[in-house]
């Protein structure tokens, strides 16, 4: 892979990691509602997950998708469906404060798994292989090479909006704007299927 190359692929990446989207999103209410402890395991599932999401997509998925197109259309019908079910979650999550707490941060399995349904983390890693992946390579070795960027640039990239999340957290020092903050952000969730509903 050349630098030039490298150098857009990073850019990408960082670009397509900071912005907001279904992940980012989560993580911010992850941070608010449970502390940045707690949902390492939501960044690092979320990281890491996404690579092997790439890897996979590079080896096998592009393929499928150009011979059987109906498969990209049902996964699309799927993950709106889910997400829509993660926002309501978001929105009725209890506050820290209750005494009988109804949600619980997001697992590195969970995280992990949530990729497959995520339509932002599908563009991003069909356009990162279909766009970067160096052909001379072979299949496998350019795949690897653009998830560990994507793994690299993602981790610090997906931080940041839990660390804002936990900054944000300070200023809700009741229930009350918790539950509103929680509502915002479920319909900022919903928001980011907007691009992929019009596609």
Partial sequence: MNYEILTALIGFAFATSITPG??????MASGANYG????????FGISLGH???VVVVGLVLLQLFEQFPVLNTILKVLSVGYM???AWKIANAAPPSDKAPTGKPFTFLQAAAFQWVN??????AITAISGYAPQDRGIFFGS????CVFA??????????AW????????LGTSTRLRIFNITMALLLVASLYPILTH
């Avoid at 279904?22 to 993580?27: D, E, G, S, Y």
């Fill in 164 to 171: 804002m999340g936990v900054q944000v957290r300070r200023w």
């Fill in 144 to 147: 690897l090479i653009v998830a």
């Fill in 51 to 53: 690579a092997f999401m």
């Fill in 22 to 27: 279904p992940n980012n999103l989560m993580l």
């Fill in 36 to 43: 940045l402890r707690r949902t390492l395991p939501h960044m």
């Fill in 84 to 86: 829509l079910w993660l």
């Fill in 119 to 124: 339509p932002k983390a599908w563009s991003m």
């Fill in 152 to 161: 690299a640039t993602n981790l610090p990239s997906v931080s940041v909006w």
